[in-house]
Nanobody, 123 residues
Framework: QVQLVESGGGLVQPGGSLRLSCAAS????????MGWYRQAPGKQRDLVAVDVSGGTTHYADSVKGRFTISRDNAKNTVYLQMNSLKPEDTAVYYCNADITSPRSYGSVRVDYWGQGTQVTVSS
């Protein structure tokens, strides 16, 4: 089993910044990709940013130029630096990881989710 532990959410004023962290632990052979999604009340869960193992990143159009995703491979941790925050960024943010784990018969690849952390942007 693999666990994802998120931290860094909170309340911030428009124009402010927050930094989210997500650490993966457990039985990990390799991490194929790690990323962030967000979900506002009554809305679908949408991709914010993703970092694949080869170093390629992808961002939602709504956050390009304001958010930066980064990875510390030694710590199996992904970060989301959020700058110039807007009220429309308010949502629960979820860490996601595509992870391959060892098994006695070989390996298994599973998509994992963190518990979610609330980000509120308001005056």
């Amino acid at each position: 089993q693999v666990q994802l532990v998120e931290s860094g959410g909170g309340l911030v004023q428009p124009g402010g910044s927050l930094r989210l962290s997500c650490a993966a632990s457990g039985s990990i052979l390799r991490i194929n990709a790690m990323g962030w999604y967000r979900q506002a009340p009554g809305k679908q869960r949408d991709l914010v940013a993703v970092d694949v193992s080869g170093g390629t990143t992808h961002y939602a159009d709504s956050v390009k130029g304001r958010f930066t995703i980064s990875r510390d491979n030694a710590k199996n941790t992904v970060y989301l630096q959020m700058n110039s925050l807007k009220p429309e960024d308010t949502a629960v943010y979820y860490c996601n990881a595509d992870i391959t784990s060892p098994r006695s018969y070989g390996s298994v690849r599973v998509d994992y989710w963190g518990q979610g952390t609330q980000v509120t942007v308001s005056s």
